[in-house]
């Protein structure tokens, strides 16, 4: 930002007697102190961290000096802050409306103050008497109800200040909840004094209507300039006024400053009287709030309102702001088009003046007749309206809800609220012009040379000294890098310039120094792709209120088709990345020949930013040699077996997830340590799962589906593309969007997540123990991709949603399900299924002509490419070697028979009915909360309640009881009993639900696979008929399998029978219980 300081302000500022005063205001003593701002923008002192930016709160002991150099005008804060505060650093990112730096509970002292305002449209010349007379009257006010000494009034450049020493405006308790508690009540109590005195202002002088107002913004962090600075734009200082005779005389005021003004600037604000506390506490009480204010106004009054630090340009506002404005309304709605405009600009950082010019002008021309009193009761006091609330609120004035009015027609940059928008298009356009400016060069290049060549060709041509040979070999390739400056190379323009040092002599005559002449700049290379404002914009809209995994799938799926669930498990790999919780997930995608996975993953990969992916052959050391950074997608498409060292390096760097791999080795007989980044994601694309168990145990099956309709689909899509011309990956606007989408989540950093619901899941599998920690991964990434549309708690940690585990379940529980809890692929368990149907066993042959492969596909099945992975190593398969006689001859005439062995294959132990449903569920939850947080919720929100409509002076007469009490021991524990009440009332309130009982995780251990006896589970001395008896039984949960040859999806609490042996198995997995008698 532009500097607004002048050699008469600095001059000021660096008066010593200026900086004294302006200090000790600054710093009240006992180490307290409030925030300093600059310009009514700066609130923060930043530092480049090791890892982040971090941000303080300025202040006037280590920031006064830069302040005076940059800046015109200083402001304090109204808050005096705690010791502890003090110089207090946070990272940037995490500094929001809703967790700023310096908060009520940091308050120890508050300095009430009015502001008293010269009217729109008129200088503080002309207002004068009217301000003056204002002030009088408040003075006079506070005087009868017995607050005198403590009061204090300054002009303040364009109007009157009165405050209220902090001396007398402090709690008791020290407490952190109690401080911002009374600050509240305060604060909102003396903004109603305030409106109530006005309007008795107005009542008896009518005749200052419109010439002065009273502005009532005492809130969190209220700022007001402070004693002698400098106004905005009037050449006056903040200088003193006499209580008891108020008048403004604008020749002392003027800067520079006579010393008498300064002396009596030192003793300004140099007492107060303690005993007017009660009086002023009394006087609060008289303006608590009525019953229908409820104290989320109050606390909404109070709170901080975000402005820009930069004008934001009409320019940039977006359609509902540009139709307010240049669109007349001679309907309903004339008033809510003022009040919304007049909050957005005071966000869009306006000044008053300037705003109200505005408002003013479209209000006169809608017919509006009290547009006073909307913009002075909307600017800078109330929030801008967000969209859902423009769009879906049209209740009329107060409600600031535009529906129906046709004043919003989003685009697609719209997000939740209008100042994204036009914040964004403003940023946008000055890095896009930061960034011409970088690139201008000092002085003329060998560009403007050619320019002045090509205009003075004809005269240059004639003279003996210049090359025309050379200039018409190259005049084409000059002309073609003057109209596209980009082509030309930096060895292009080395040899541009050569040619000018060689026609120097010719080329004087027409006004070209080729020995001063500058290089052209050149963007520096940089491997983060980058977005327009629009499209980052999109990006966020998506993240902050779509669904950004369905997004990413959407646009996926235009050209693949039958992916989708692919796509949101391939989502969810890179967003498990961001999260320290996870362990990271690799997606293996498997299918025959031609069957789409590449062009799965290559799609994926189409939508994620540049900087994200590394595809191509890679050796197993390549990682270590090429600086890729963290948090990368590699690509190992079409994958074979056999490369011991790849696969260890893929096992290995995904065991540590977050943590870089390290590589010792020798070079030139010296020792080198060689190091992969942390977070790589390894997308192997193969025809089977051939690599070792160990690398799958990590990897997230994904089968691509090759059944023939599909292929019809896809077949013709195909032919459609070509016919239309389109590139099999094209870049459109979907593909941009979702690039930008991952990048501002990775930009973003690490994050926390945490599952608050985790004492409800039932894990039921024990095939594998990394199987829950994947499935966990898949939660907290969904959550993660999702994390602007979470909660967070106290300590930051975003908190997933039952949404998000059901989510989660569904990936999980999909028809990959089988491949991820047993590590088995689709052709696998399509050879399972025949010799669970043919348990005499089948020949390679016989296995082949039935799944319509050849038979060295089925080798490859069952023995994996060249003995690694295959069927053989996730489950038990017998081989019976048979001889058989077959005859040879003619079968009439010749019996001649030789002996051929075969080889049959049939299963050992492996249970058909696993359901993938019954892996995991969530338990209910309890509809009631705990009897003990019931009861305390109830009584702290009575006394809540209580405390909002109790008298202050009572509230300060029970503080000073409560700090005789609660000396000693129990202070500590009432605070535990305070901070516990306020724990379950949050819980409560925001509608999470709390069970009276602790589940006892893996109270009954479910075995799902693991068989000691025969297949089901039997003991040996069950007879067949008691295998066949039926048994009913009842769904614990959830469950998809196969009954009767027929897939059946049942649901938790239905009630079936089947056979008996069935109904033990299913209730040895915990997914029945057996209901009849005697089963």
């Not at 689909?713 to 239309?724: F, M, P």
């Not at 516990?980 to 799902?1008: C, F, M, R, T, V």
């Not at 039997?1018 to 027929?1046: I, M």
Request: net charge negative.
């Amino acid at each position: 930002m532009a500097s607004s300081a002048t050699e008469l302000t600095i001059e000021h500022y660096l008066r010593p007697e200026v900086r004294e005063i302006i200090t000790k205001f600054a710093m009240p003593g006992d180490g307290n102190w409030r925030a300093m701002n600059a310009d009514f923008v700066e609130w923060y002192r930043y530092r480049a961290d090791t890892t982040d930016s971090v941000a303080r709160l300025l202040n006037a002991t280590e920031d006064y000096e830069e302040m005076a150099a940059h800046f015109r005008t200083f402001y304090t804060s109204l808050n005096v802050f705690d010791p502890a505060s003090w110089m207090i650093e946070r990272p940037k990112k995490e500094i929001t409306a809703d967790n700023p730096l310096g908060t009520p509970a940091d308050t120890v002292a508050y300095t009430l103050g009015c502001d008293i305002d010269k009217g729109h449209g008129l200088t503080i010349e002309e207002a004068k008497e009217a301000v003056e007379a204002a002030a009088k009257f408040l003075v006079d006010f506070l005087a009868e109800n017995g607050i005198r000494e403590s009061v204090w009034v300054l002009f303040s450049g364009g109007g009157i200040y009165i405050k209220i020493h902090h001396g007398i405006c402090s709690p008791i308790s020290s407490e952190p909840t109690t401080k911002a508690e009374f600050f509240l009540l305060v604060a909102n109590r003396y903004n109603r004094l305030i409106r109530h005195v006005s309007d008795l202002f107005f009542e008896a002088h009518p005749e200052y209507i419109g010439k002065v107002k009273y502005d009532a913004l005492n809130n969190a962090k209220r700022v007001f300039k402070c004693i002698l600075s400098i106004h905005k734009k009037l050449p006056y200082a903040v200088t003193p006024l006499n209580r008891d005779a108020i008048e403004i005389d604008f020749g002392r005021a003027r800067v520079p400053l006579a010393d008498d003004v300064i002396a009596e600037a030192r003793e300004w604000y140099s007492s107060f009287d303690t005993a007017e506390r009660e009086p002023l506490l009394r006087l609060l009480d008289r303006f608590q709030p009525t019953e229908d204010e409820t104290r989320e106004k109050a606390e909404r009054e109070f709170r901080d309102i975000w402005r820009s630090p930069f004008k934001v340009d009409q320019k940039y506002f977006p359609p509902c702001m540009a139709n307010i404005i240049n669109v007349a309304n001679n309907g309903e709605g004339k008033t809510r088009f003022a009040a919304v405009l007049s909050t957005f600009l005071y966000q869009m950082g306006w000044s008053e003046d300037e705003a109200w010019a505005l408002v003013s002008h479209i209000s006169d021309r809608n017919g509006l007749d009290n547009t006073d009193h909307i913009f002075g009761s909307c600017f800078g006091r109330i929030n801008c309206p967000s969209c859902s609330t423009i769009q879906g609120d049209g209740a009329g004035y107060p409600h600031l809800g535009l529906r129906g009015l046709g004043a919003c027609k989003p685009a697609d940059e719209c997000g939740r609220w209008p100042g994204d928008y036009a914040v964004s298009y403003a940023i946008g356009d000055a890095e896009a012009e930061a960034a011409k400016d970088e690139l201008k060069a000092e002085g003329p290049t060998v560009l403007d040379a050619f320019n002045t060549i090509l205009a003075n060709e004809a005269e240059i041509t004639k003279d003996p000294k210049f090359d025309n040979w050379e200039w018409r070999l190259q005049k084409r390739r000059i002309q073609r890098a003057l109209k596209n400056p980009r082509t030309l190379s930096l060895k292009g323009e080395e040899e541009a310039h050569k040619f000018l040092i060689a026609q120097k002599a010719a080329l004087e005559k027409i006004g070209i120094d080729s020995s001063d002449l500058y290089p052209i700049p050149r963007p520096e290379q940089s491997t983060k792709e980058e977005f327009d404002w629009r499209t980052k914009a999109a990006a966020w809209k998506i993240l902050r209120t779509g669904d950004p995994i369905q997004y990413v799938a959407d646009s996926c799926k235009q050209v693949v088709l039958g992916s989708e669930t692919a796509f949101k498990k391939l989502v969810c790999c890179i967003s498990a990345q961001n999260v320290n919780q996870t362990a990271g997930m690799h997606p293996k995608l498997s299918g025959e020949s031609s069957g789409g996975k590449t062009i799965t993953v290559y799609s994926f990969a189409h939508h994620l930013p540049g900087e994200m992916v590394i595809k191509g052959s890679m050796s197993s050391k390549a990682g270590f040699y090429h600086n890729d950074g963290d948090r990368v997608f590699r690509i190992l498409d079409d994958y074979q077996a056999g490369n011991e060292d790849l696969d260890t390096l893929i096992k290995q760097s995904s065991s540590e997830f977050h943590k870089p791999y390290t590589h010792r080795t020798v070079a030139n007989h010296a020792a080198v340590t060689l190091t992969i980044g942390k977070e790589q994601t390894w997308a192997i694309t193969s025809v089977d799962s051939s690599q070792d168990i160990q690398v799958l145990n990590r990897q997230l099956p994904i089968n691509v589906d090759d059944s023939i309709d599909l292929t019809k689909l896809v077949n013709s899509k195909t032919i459609e593309r070509y016919a239309k011309g389109e590139p099999q990956q094209p870049i459109n606007k979907a593909v941009l969007v979702s690039r930008a989408l991952f990048q501002i989540l990775r930009d973003q950093g690490y994050i926390n997540v945490r599952v608050p619901f985790g004492d409800r899941i039932e894990w039921l599998d024990t095939t594998n123990r990394r199987n829950p920690s994947i499935f966990m991964d898949l939660l907290i990434s969904i959550t993660a991709m999702n994390r602007f549309q979470r909660e967070q708690d106290d300590e930051g940690f975003f908190l997933a949603t039952e949404d998000d585990f059901n989510a989660a379940k569904k990936l999980f529980s999909d028809k990959d399900a089988e491949e991820l809890v047993k590590r088995l692929t689709a052709r696998e368990r399509d050879l399972i299924d025949l010799l669970i149907t043919f348990s005499g066993g089948l020949t390679r042959d016989e296995i082949a002509e039935r799944m319509k492969v050849a038979p060295d596909r089925i080798s490859q099945i069952i023995n994996g490419q060249k003995g690694y992975g295959g069927l053989r190593q996730k489950i038990q398969i017998r081989e019976e070697k048979k001889s058989v006689s077959v005859r040879t001859g003619n079968k009439e005439t010749d019996d001649t028979r030789h002996t051929v062995f075969k080889t049959i294959y049939s299963l050992g132990e492996y249970d058909r009915f696993t359901g993938f449903d019954a892996v995991v569920r969530l338990k209910p939850a309890s509809s009631d909360a705990p009897e003990q947080a019931k009861h305390e919720l109830s009584k702290e929100l009575s006394n809540q309640n209580a405390k909002h409509h109790e008298p202050l002076s009572k509230i300060s007469k029970k503080e000073k009881e409560r700090e005789e009490r609660e000396k000693g021991d129990t202070e500590g524990l009432a605070k535990d009993f305070s901070r516990e009440n306020e724990k379950n009332a949050k819980l409560l309130s925001s509608g999470s639900k709390h069970s009276d009982e602790q589940y006892l995780a893996d109270a009954q251990p479910i075995l799902s696979m693991l068989r000691t006896g025969n297949r089901y589970g039997f003991s040996d001395g069950a007879t067949n008929d008691e295998k066949a008896a039926p048994a009913r039984v009842v769904f614990r949960t959830d469950y998809r399998t196969d009954l009767d040859s027929t897939m059946h999806d049942f649901q938790e609490g239905d009630e079936i029978e089947v056979a008996r042996w069935r109904a033990e198995a299913w209730q040895k997995r915990g997914i029945v219980d057996i209901v009849e008698a005697g089963a």
